[in-house]
């Protein structure tokens, strides 16, 4: 049984940082690309991040809401994925979720990805 469990979200004021985690279980990590994605209420689930199995060549939405504060990486030997989210401004808060993909190259769709995690939330004082 495949499962991606996120931790790491809270609340935090603005300008501070937080680092989400990825716990992957049930399938080869190394075999997957990963990416993070958001949800603020009332709005749509927005890409964030992805990076190739190997963990080289990060992408950012493309988005200066994002790019310069945000870094995604990846442990393949210890199966999880992390997102340092610096500089945090009160429009980052939102659900965060981790999802996997067996697609090839770069994948920002949400319905590209196989697995997904709960989410957990990030909340950014003013």
């Known amino acids: 049984q495949v499962q991606l469990v996120e931790s790491g979200g809270g609340l935090v004021q603005a300008g501070g940082s937080l680092r989400l985690s990825c716990a992957a279980s049930g399938r080869t990590f190394s075999m997957y690309a990963m990416g993070w994605f958001r949800q603020a209420p009332g709005k749509e689930r927005e890409f964030v991040a992805t990076i190739r199995r190997s963990g080289d060549n990060p992408y950012y939405a493309d988005s200066d809401s994002v790019k310069g504060r945000f870094t995604i990486s990846r442990d393949n030997a210890q199966n999880t994925g992390y997102l340092q989210m610096n500089s945090l401004k009160p429009e980052d808060t939102a659900v965060y979720y981790c999802?996997?993909?067996?697609?090839?190259?770069?994948?920002?769709?949400?319905?590209?990805?196989?697995?997904w995690g709960q989410g957990t939330q990030v909340t950014v004082s003013s």
């Open positions: 999802a996997d993909t067996g697609a090839v190259g770069i994948t920002t769709r949400p319905t590209r990805y196989d697995y």
